[in-house]
């Protein structure tokens, strides 16, 4: 194997995108939720709209988990196997990073992406299974999100350090480092390392950095003790410290010091992001989802007819109201009646195309509220009798959350106890196949997280691209995304200001009340309405929450924006002439 498919991303300096985890096919289980699967969108549209483009990530030899469920409702965690000599294509490159004194080597792998158009974006996964390296050594790239901190540094250090390393042996030019997360930081720390006089200018005008954890707590954070250890000390620590924090090295800080352009990812976040690091200039770009990759096959050929051209302009969805009502349900239907047998074959559960089925699948973690809807068992009872519900779930808790865990067996305890009034059904091992199935084959889409925690959320945009309605807290996207009762409808209040006993108090009335006198009846009893509000999904969540509107975004403000130079005395006059 040589390194032809580069040849062509020598004509012009790249965009080199860096992130932990990247969800790009079923068979490459190095994701976790949703970062990976929003780095997998971003190489889907660089690649849609022939950008120079290269992504980075780690090869996560054993991925991230399997998911089981026990009998009793408890997630069992199983090794994941997959064939990387079968998918990945080694590349003839080898460098060196040092970590803990050692010399280790990184590999590196490559998996081309090719749009439908036949553009490329290589996805580079770096590797220390190198028969060279120390037993220890070999394994660092194994498990993603596995370990301790000791063994999330030496993965940053080789994602970050190595990966920069990796783009030069390629003799690749990068016109910006995208840092995706804080986890890909040591990119700008090599970048400052290699510069003249730790010239932190040239670094910055090097680096984007975009944030995705509106909590302190979520920031990766290491000891000064255990950096030197681990990592050394490439640059002076007084210099360390004044950029990554005093106390710990932390990662989010290093890229806010290092990036010349920084973004939250949706509007409300980069309010949020502002008041936890007052003092840096951020943006914010919405998430997006692609929306070929995200369109059930019913859509996709719905779409072609009536709006040909979407997959490569998804603003074009706007004009989705010109789709017939009849189609619009029907495509839906067959997409719902798929969902109902996957769940029949998986779970054993006889599910009903006419009941109306709501969907709720993601990280199973304790922000996210997985078990919101059984805050008030009697009443969802009740509601159950004015018009049947039926709900399917989904999510994978990490192995250390515990919280999560109980969560699914809470859920899964739940369901027992609610069927055969309300048959609930909990989906083993949720992934890119199976989210697939499920934003599709839903009638409403719920997302119940504790506020201000989730920083975007894409799985509603999903759902929106195949006329499913979203009901939502006012949380990271779905604040600019939801016209109350013409988009979907929302949970709680508008305001995050007041007593939290009384905000959810208000919460929990409007998912009840608004499920049982205004979801329902619609459903059941004025289809036609119900069929607006997911024409309404399409064209006014679809046309605009999409990876392309994200990346054209990106392109113009991140990557090839350069700051407008301040207004000379003789272009004012010029203006003044004009
Ligand atoms: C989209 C997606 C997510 C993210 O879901 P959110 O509701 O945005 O948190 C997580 N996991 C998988 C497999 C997905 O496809």
């Given at each position: 194997?040589?390194?032809?498919?580069?040849?062509?991303?020598?004509?012009?300096?790249?965009?080199?995108?860096?992130?932990?985890?990247?969800?790009?096919?079923?068979?490459?289980?190095?994701?976790?939720?949703?970062?990976?699967?929003?780095?997998?969108?971003?190489?889907?549209?660089?690649?849609?709209?022939?950008?120079?483009?290269?992504?980075?990530?780690?090869?996560?030899?054993?991925?991230?988990?399997?998911?089981?469920?026990?009998?009793?409702?408890?997630?069992?965690?199983?090794?994941?196997?997959?064939?990387?000599?079968?998918?990945?294509?080694?590349?003839?490159?080898?460098?060196?990073?040092?970590?803990?004194?050692?010399?280790?080597?990184?590999?590196?792998?490559?998996?081309?992406?090719?749009?439908?158009?036949?553009?490329?974006?290589?996805?580079?996964?770096?590797?220390?299974?190198?028969?060279?390296?120390?037993?220890?050594?070999?394994?660092?790239?194994?498990?993603?999100?596995?370990?301790?901190?000791?063994?999330?540094?030496?993965?940053?250090?080789?994602?970050?350090?190595?990966?920069?390393?990796?783009?030069?042996?390629?003799?690749?030019?990068?016109?910006?480092?995208?840092?995706?997360?804080?986890?890909?930081?040591?990119?700008?720390?090599?970048?400052?390392?290699?510069?003249?006089?730790?010239?932190?200018?040239?670094?910055?005008?090097?680096?984007?950095?975009?944030?995705?954890?509106?909590?302190?707590?979520?920031?990766?954070?290491?000891?000064?003790?255990?950096?030197?250890?681990?990592?050394?000390?490439?640059?002076?620590?007084?210099?360390?410290?004044?950029?990554?924090?005093?106390?710990?090295?932390?990662?989010?800080?290093?890229?806010?010091?290092?990036?010349?352009?920084?973004?939250?990812?949706?509007?409300?976040?980069?309010?949020?992001?502002?008041?936890?690091?007052?003092?840096?200039?951020?943006?914010?770009?919405?998430?997006?989802?692609?929306?070929?990759?995200?369109?059930?096959?019913?859509?996709?050929?719905?779409?072609?007819?009536?709006?040909?051209?979407?997959?490569?302009?998804?603003?074009?969805?706007?004009?989705?109201?010109?789709?017939?009502?009849?189609?619009?349900?029907?495509?839906?239907?067959?997409?719902?009646?798929?969902?109902?047998?996957?769940?029949?074959?998986?779970?054993?559960?006889?599910?009903?195309?006419?009941?109306?089925?709501?969907?709720?699948?993601?990280?199973?973690?304790?922000?996210?509220?997985?078990?919101?809807?059984?805050?008030?068992?009697?009443?969802?009872?009740?509601?159950?009798?004015?018009?049947?519900?039926?709900?399917?779930?989904?999510?994978?808790?990490?192995?250390?959350d515990f919280e999560g865990k109980r969560l699914i067996q809470q859920i899964i305890q739940h369901s027992q106890k609610l069927s055969p009034e309300i048959k609930i059904a909990f989906l083993e091992n949720y992934n890119l196949e199976i989210a697939k199935k499920i934003v599709a084959g839903v009638d409403v889409w719920v997302n119940t997280p504790m506020r201000p925690l989730e920083a975007s959320?894409?799985?509603?945009?999903?759902?929106?691209?195949?006329?499913?309605?979203?009901?939502?807290?006012?949380?990271?996207?779905?604040?600019?995304?939801?016209?109350?009762?013409?988009?979907?409808?929302?949970?709680?209040?508008?305001?995050?200001?007041?007593?939290?006993?009384?905000?959810?108090?208000?919460?929990?009335?409007?998912?009840?009340?608004?499920?049982?006198?205004?979801?329902?009846?619609?459903?059941?009893?004025?289809?036609?309405?119900?069929?607006?509000?997911?024409?309404?999904?399409?064209?006014?969540?679809?046309?605009?929450?999409?990876?392309?509107?994200?990346?054209?975004?990106?392109?113009?403000?991140?990557?090839?924006?350069?700051?407008?130079?301040?207004?000379?005395?003789?272009?004012?006059?010029?203006?003044?002439?004009?």
């Amino acid at each position: 194997m040589d390194t032809y498919i580069f040849d062509k991303l020598k004509n012009e300096p790249i965009i080199a995108y860096l992130s932990m985890e990247i969800a790009l096919s079923p068979e490459i289980p190095t994701y976790s939720g949703g970062l990976g699967v929003l780095a997998g969108d971003t190489v889907r549209s660089a690649a849609d709209l022939s950008l120079p483009f290269v992504a980075i990530t780690l090869i996560s030899r054993k991925g991230y988990l399997n998911q089981k469920i026990s009998p009793e409702g408890w997630q069992i965690e199983q090794p994941v196997e997959w064939d990387v000599e079968k998918v990945l294509t080694p590349l003839p490159v080898q460098v060196e990073v040092e970590i803990e004194k050692r010399k280790v080597r990184v590999g590196a792998w490559v998996y081309p992406w090719e749009s439908a158009r036949g553009t490329i974006v290589p996805v580079i996964f770096l590797d220390t299974n190198i028969p060279q390296n120390a037993p220890e050594d070999r394994s660092i790239t194994d498990v993603l999100y596995g370990g301790d901190s000791r063994y999330r540094l030496k993965q940053e250090i080789v994602l970050g350090i190595g990966g920069s390393r990796i783009l030069k042996a390629l003799d690749l030019e990068v016109r910006k480092y995208h840092i995706n997360e804080g986890h890909a930081a040591l990119v700008a720390l090599e970048l400052l390392q290699g510069s003249k006089n730790w010239d932190i200018e040239a670094v910055k005008d090097l680096c984007v950095f975009t944030t995705h954890t509106p909590v302190e707590a979520g920031h990766d954070k290491f000891p000064y003790d255990l950096v030197k250890e681990v990592l050394g000390e490439p640059i002076p620590l007084s210099l360390l410290q004044q950029l990554g924090g005093k106390e710990h090295l932390n990662m989010t800080l290093l890229a806010l010091n290092l990036s010349g352009y920084i973004n939250g990812v949706a509007k409300k976040h980069r309010e949020i992001s502002r008041h936890m690091f007052p003092g840096y200039d951020i943006h914010s770009i919405t998430n997006g989802v692609h929306s070929f990759t995200w369109t059930s096959p019913s859509f996709q050929a719905l779409f072609d007819r009536y709006i040909p051209g979407w997959a490569q302009e998804p603003e074009l969805l706007a004009r989705a109201d010109i789709i017939s009502d009849q189609e619009i349900w029907t495509a839906h239907q067959k997409e719902k009646a798929q969902l109902i047998q996957l769940i029949r074959e998986k779970n054993n559960i006889e599910m009903d195309e006419e009941i109306l089925t709501l969907g709720f699948a993601r990280r199973m973690t304790a922000y996210k509220r997985p078990h919101f809807i059984f805050t008030d068992i009697e009443r969802l009872k009740r509601i159950n009798q004015e018009g049947k519900l039926q709900i399917i779930f989904a999510g994978k808790a990490h192995p250390q959350d515990f919280e999560g865990k109980r969560l699914i067996q809470q859920i899964i305890q739940h369901s027992q106890k609610l069927s055969p009034e309300i048959k609930i059904a909990f989906l083993e091992n949720y992934n890119l196949e199976i989210a697939k199935k499920i934003v599709a084959g839903v009638d409403v889409w719920v997302n119940t997280p504790m506020r201000p925690l989730e920083a975007s959320g894409t799985s509603g945009m999903k759902a929106a691209h195949n006329g499913v309605i979203n009901f939502s807290v006012l949380d990271g996207w779905w604040v600019e995304g939801c016209l109350e009762g013409i988009t979907g409808w929302s949970i709680g209040p508008e305001s995050e200001e007041g007593n939290p006993q009384e905000i959810f108090q208000k919460e929990m009335s409007d998912f009840y009340g608004k499920l049982e006198y205004v979801i329902i009846p619609t459903y059941y009893r004025h289809r036609e309405q119900w069929i607006k509000l997911m024409k309404n999904s399409i064209s006014k969540i679809a046309s605009y929450f999409n990876a392309h509107r994200m990346m054209e975004s990106y392109i113009s403000e991140a990557y090839f924006h350069k700051p407008f130079p301040p207004l000379s005395n003789s272009s004012i006059a010029k203006y003044k002439k004009d």
